[in-house]
């Protein structure tokens, strides 16, 4: 996970992401799903991960995806 490796909290997590999405030096596959992912993460009980997998699979037509994480 994002914070055990980094020692973060989720506040802190969502401020470095914003950040690096909004940095034009870096270069984001699909920008606007993973800024969607960012809000979502901010105020859901899931890993940032989580939250940009079931982006993208929302976007693939699937309506729930399950995760198998703690």
Avoid: K, W
């Amino acid at each position: 996970m994002l914070r055990d490796a980094y020692g973060l909290d989720r506040r802190a997590m969502t401020d470095a992401l914003e950040r690096i999405l909004e940095t034009a030096q870096f270069q984001v596959e699909e920008r606007d799903l993973v800024r969607h992912a960012v809000d979502d993460y901010r105020t859901g009980p899931g890993d940032f991960a989580d939250y940009v997998i079931g982006r993208r699979n929302q976007g693939a037509g699937c309506s729930d995806t399950a995760a198998f994480s703690r």
